[in-house]
């Protein structure tokens, strides 16, 4: 059955018909995001939600989403999206970082003009009549130092577009090289520094308890006097009552905001302040911006829902289309020893090891670590899934840690996954081989080739002759069909397994009369999403 998508915003035409072009069903309520209940009596018929910024993707939305596997936001910002809930619920959450970067980066230039040419000023009182050439001294961009705050994908178009108005450019981000810095031509500083220096000062960073209030009072007053300030970014990353402060002194010259902390902004502090200039969040608002933004999203969910390609998500690791095919066996081998460990213990999880080994340790394993979890955690809660397991992980304060190693052995490339309780330590690695079927290749240390069917008893034993027979004998006395079998053993004597294939779920009663022969160390039914 083809994927289902709503689109609960304003979206171009063009983009719902990518997700009709590329099979996905889609229904188009552009109206709808605003109707709190009926979009929650309705989203359980979706696996994907297309939003901008009027749907609000709340924890309780989502509780009503018992099929919704992906929201798309077109757009960068998702202040309208609870990420920790959708996590939980196993959602993943898109943006678009860079379908309105250009636009955004632009707008913050313009900007930039205004407040130091005081455009719009001067265009009311012309418009007015009044010709008041001499009140409007404006100062040159050429030669004057622009602060960067945020030197990301917007960030760094500004320093471009900056670095060719011939502005010498500071810029202040932690994860800034020397060697992107370099190629922006701009100078890599402290806050400090770039507060001290900047004869402007335009912000691009996202909201985060650090950077919210970058620009308080405190900071604000390490700005050189004069200092005229843009933010295009997120509200809430200036405190605009102490920037008004700083105005109404004379210290900041001028702002130039496009961003609000309250949102729609129908009355601020700064609002008919002389030397601001304001505008309505049209950063991203541009023709070519809405169409491109609408059009990524669009490709990003049918990509997901599709093929399992992920892009741009903020709760779960990137897989591009080719990784996806490449390491779909992968994350299913990576699933399947998680829920064999997962199966194997009652007992509260510690700590999870992974070890990758040969070429698989160079593929994206971000991605096959939250299958490993995804699969452990299965076991005591059917609903984790890729996205919720590191956030279930983190919750029950497991360990998880990552070790890569060149080939070390027979096989090309395999996955040896330990798990750690309080009593013990229990290891499985599996491979895929050339027929692209996953397998485990070693339990408790003993090897072993065995498949992975849909329904499997794993015993432990003792070596010594009858085993063999007594399992035969036992599942045929309860009509339980065995379609294949796969023994191993550590030497002679001494430890030794059976991974039997079953047609369908043993009953309890069958476990108990093996476990009432004494002959087995353990005996557990298994369970596998094949």
């Not at 729609?264 to 541009?286: D, M, R, W």
Request: glycine content about 8%.
């Amino acid at each position: 059955m083809a994927p289902r998508v709503l689109v609960s915003d304003e979206l171009s035409e063009t983009a719902v018909q990518i997700f009709r072009d590329r099979g996905v069903e889609v229904d188009y309520m552009p109206k709808l995001g605003k109707d709190k209940e009926k979009l929650a009596e309705i989203i359980h018929q979706y696996d994907g939600l297309a939003i901008r910024s009027a749907t609000k993707v709340t924890e309780k939305l989502l509780q009503n989403a018992a099929n919704l596997k992906v929201v798309g936001r077109a757009g960068i910002g998702v202040d309208n999206v609870d990420i920790p809930a959708a996590s939980k619920k196993g959602v993943i959450v898109m943006n678009t970082p860079f379908g309105n970067s250009v636009t955004t980066a632009e707008h913050a230039i313009a900007m930039m003009f205004a407040i130091a040419r005081q455009l719009p000023e001067a265009s009311a009182s012309t418009h007015a009549g009044k010709w008041e050439k001499s009140k409007f001294m404006g100062v040159e961009l050429f030669n004057k130092t622009l602060g960067v705050i945020g030197a990301g994908n917007i960030g760094g178009i500004v320093c471009d577009r900056a670095v060719g108005l011939k502005m010498k450019v500071v810029a202040f981000d932690p994860f800034l090289s020397e060697e992107r810095a370099k190629q922006l031509g701009v100078t890599k500083v402290e806050l400090d520094e770039l507060l001290a220096r900047a004869d402007f000062i335009t912000l691009h960073v996202p909201l985060t308890d650090k950077t919210r209030n970058i620009l308080g009072r405190e900071n604000l007053a390490k700005t050189k006097k004069g200092v005229r300030i843009i933010n295009c970014a997120r509200g809430g990353l200036i405190d605009e009552a102490a920037l008004k402060d700083f105005l109404d002194n004379g210290h900041v010259a001028g702002a130039a905001l496009d961003v609000f902390e309250v949102e729609p902004a129908t009355e601020n502090v700064l609002f008919n302040h002389p030397n601001v200039v304001v505008t309505p969040h049209l950063g991203a608002s541009t023709t070519e911006a809405q169409e491109n933004v609408a059009l990524q999203v669009a490709e990003q969910m049918s990509d997901y829902l599709l093929t399992g390609a992920v892009s741009n998500a903020l709760n779960m690791p990137n897989v591009t289309a080719e990784e996806a095919t490449v390491m779909g066996p992968w994350i299913k081998l990576a699933g399947h020893i998680g829920a064999f460990i997962g199966q194997m213990t009652d007992e509260p999880v510690k700590a999870i090891n992974i070890l990758y080994d040969g070429k698989v340790a160079d593929m994206n394993l971000a991605a096959l670590n939250q299958a490993v979890i995804a699969g452990v955690l299965k076991a005591q809660n059917p609903d984790v899934n890729l996205v919720s397991a590191p956030v279930v992980a983190k919750d029950k304060g497991i360990q998880i840690s990552t070790t890569k190693q060149d080939k070390s052995g027979t096989f090309d490339a395999y996955i040896k996954v330990t798990m750690v309780t309080d009593k013990r330590e229990r290891s499985v690695a599996g491979t895929v081989f050339s027929d692209g079927k996953p397998r485990f290749i070693q339990i408790k240390g003993i090897n072993i080739d065995a498949e992975i069917g849909a329904h499997m008893l794993y015993t432990t034993n003792e070596d010594v002759p009858g085993i063999i027979g007594l399992l035969g004998m036992t599942m045929g006395k309860n009509n339980v069909n065995i379609a294949n079998f796969t023994l191993g053993r550590s030497s002679v004597g001494q430890d030794a397994i059976a991974m039997l294939y079953l047609d369908a779920p043993i009953d309890t009663k069958v476990v108990e009369t093996l476990e009432a022969t004494g002959m087995f160390q353990q005996v557990k039914p298994l369970a596998f999403e094949v």
